[in-house]
């Protein structure tokens, strides 16, 4: 009967653990997270029917049959494809509301293997993860092992010595083990620990060269800094190794006391060697910018000597209807083996990689340091602008149709070589202007003084008041520049507003601003959209010392008549 058939299941897992030698921990762990079969209502009802196995008659049986008949010729023929951690995403995906407010976040396979990859795992390396999480790393790195044509004794070995693995949540330890066994890996190194209670001695017997991790995200004040992970699995490594993790972009941009002490003692003791960049959308549904930082251990860093950073936002992996993200041109493997000889190399890539002179007190990732690719300016990046701006106006009514003509007729050739660099905290070209935090007043269409939000979209204007409501009011003829938000939009504002703290005000000194000089700086404004995000946002101060590069006179001034010129020579312009 069902009742006994849930029994028989635990007792044949600890037999069989048992008769394997497996280690007394995880055979009990093991029993611990799947005991619940053996009182599960859904999983005891019913009867059993050997000849017609089916959820109707009982669905612990349904699901033993087909496991048998499906799913294990399957993992015998196909060993490489994780089957468990494919069940468990898609668990996942259908439960995402309930666990993306956990914060859990499955390693994508390919990260696993990029980091291989880097760190050049073969059958000699030894390998830990003080975090196991979902596990991929390690059995990524075995992979590696295994495919590096090792020996009997040597594959023995990899099983024996050169995986070690740390997990303090009973659930994860659990599918850890299973999924080791499965592989036939009965000897790794797996421990149910929290790593802060393992001494470091402990861990440096193992003598792992090489470290990878993607620790777990905080979400409270109370939970461990990820950059502590960082200095535990540093401090556990042998001399001169190689550790390499991800972690979020939100955690290195605070300027807190404790980020920077962190950052200092790593830096005391270890040297950061490379740091790049990953796509926003990584992980998921679950939202999380992520960065990757190799460095090489017992090596005191020396701010002298540069450290690589690159900017890698583009796996060209697409976001698919109930897939999330999957390789739809095909293109993973060859962009993967493309960046890790770009690493290994250290090539020196315009616009994607600099090298930078690094310490605690300094931005910890590469979007400050990296130049702004000019070249990406064209006609039509331009003539977007200007789209955008008039489907605005017609959605708010202030226009009925729109023109393709242009006001000049001539189309003016846009000069790369007559650009020079300004700050935008020039006193002789920009007047900078910071918000006022307005007291959002009570929303009424019929009131006409727009309300400036950090939007991307209808020309940051999200609602209209009363301006006898508002305590300050800001003159038209600008150009806004979000400061938080969708950090770095930019709109022309041609009429009165108020704003919101999440905007900053820009306006031209000598030459008054006008449509078409608005829709030049604009343009040229978001080409630094990259550098800045929720997480780094572009305050007051920040863009002060920011630089625009324009058109310059015979003067060295910026050239105000060309960029106007050059707008009312687009198609369009008639229109504006």
């Known amino acids: 009967n069902p009742i006994k058939l849930a029994k028989r299941i635990i007792e044949a897992i600890k037999e069989n ?13 093991l029993i611990s997270e799947f005991s619940f079969i053996e009182t599960h209502t859904y999983l005891t009802k019913g009867s059993i029917d050997q000849s017609n196995p ?31 951690w494919n069940f468990y995403s898609e668990f996942l995906r259908y439960t995402w509301w309930d666990w993306k407010w956990l914060w859990i976040v499955l390693t994508p396979h390919h990260i696993a293997d990029l980091f291989c990859e880097i760190a050049q795992v073969n059958k000699h390396s030894r390998v830990l993860d003080i975090c196991t999480g979902t596990w991929w790393f390690l059995i990524s790195a075995m992979n590696h092992m295994l495919k590096d044509d090792p020996t009997v004794p040597e594959i023995t070995n990899i099983y024996k010595k050169n995986l070690v693995w740390i997990e303090t949540q009973s659930n994860m330890f659990a599918l850890a083990c299973a999924n080791m066994i499965i592989r036939w890996d009965w000897k790794t190194n797996l ?41 535990k699995m540093l401090d556990s490594l042998q001399s001169w190794w190689i550790w390499i993790a991800i972690i979020p972009l939100n955690k290195l941009v605070k300027d807190d006391v404790k980020t920077a002490a962190l950052k200092e003692n790593i830096l005391k003791k270890h040297t950061l060697i490379w740091w ?13 910018v992520t960065w990757v930082i190799v460095f090489r251990s017992w090596k005191p860093h020396n701010k002298n000597i540069k450290s690589r950073f690159w900017y890698r936002k583009n796996d060209w992996l697409e976001k698919v209807k109930n897939k999330w993200r999957v390789d739809v041109q095909n293109k993973r493997e060859k962009i993967k083996n493309k960046w890790v000889s770009q690493f290994l190399n250290w090539e020196e890539i315009k616009y994607q990689s600099i090298k930078v002179n690094i310490d605690e007190k300094k931005e910890w990732y590469v979007e400050p340091y990296l130049d702004t690719d000019y070249t990406k300016i064209s006609q039509h990046l331009f003539e977007k602008n200007i789209r955008t701006y008039l489907a605005n106006k017609i959605t708010k009514g202030k226009i009925k149709d729109i023109s393709h003509s242009s006001i000049n007729n001539d189309l003016i050739n846009l000069n790369a070589d007559k650009r020079k660099e300004f700050k935008y905290w020039d006193k002789d070209v920009f007047d900078l202007e910071k918000w006022y935090y307005n007291k959002k007043p009570y929303i009424d269409e019929k009131w006409t003084l727009a309300f400036v939000w950090a939007s991307d979209s209808n020309n940051w204007i999200t609602s209209y008041h009363n301006p006898d409501d508002v305590e300050k009011i800001f003159p038209w003829n600008c150009v806004t520049i979000a400061n938080d938000g969708s950090v770095w939009e930019a709109f022309y504002q041609e009429e009165e507003f108020t704003c919101s703290h999440s905007v900053n005000i820009l306006r031209t000194k000598k030459k008054k601003m006008n449509i078409y000089i608005a829709m030049f700086l604009v343009t040229v404004i978001k080409l630094e959209k990259f550098r800045w995000s929720y997480w780094r946002k572009r305050r007051i101060e920040r863009m002060k010392e920011s630089i625009i590069k324009l058109p310059t006179n015979k003067n060295g001034e910026p050239d105000w008549e060309f960029m106007e010129n050059y707008i009312k020579s687009l198609p369009y312009s008639s229109s504006l």
């Open 17 to 29: 653990l048992s008769k394997a030698w497996i280690d007394e921990t995880k055979i009990k762990s």
């Open 276 to 288: 790049f960049s990953m796509p926003d959308d990584l992980f998921y549904p679950v939202w999380v």
């Open 54 to 84: 089916s959820h109707k008659n009982n669905s612990l049986h349904k699901f033993l049959v087909d496991v048998q008949r499906i799913v294990y010729p399957f993992m015998k023929k196909m060993n490489k494809i994780d089957i468990l």
């Open 191 to 231: 421990m149910k620990d929290n790593c802060f209670d393992v001494e470091t001695s402990e861990l440096k017997k193992y003598d792992c060269d090489i470290w990878i991790i993607n620790p777990p995200y905080a979400q409270k004040k109370e939970d461990e800094h990820e950059l502590k992970f960082v200095e």
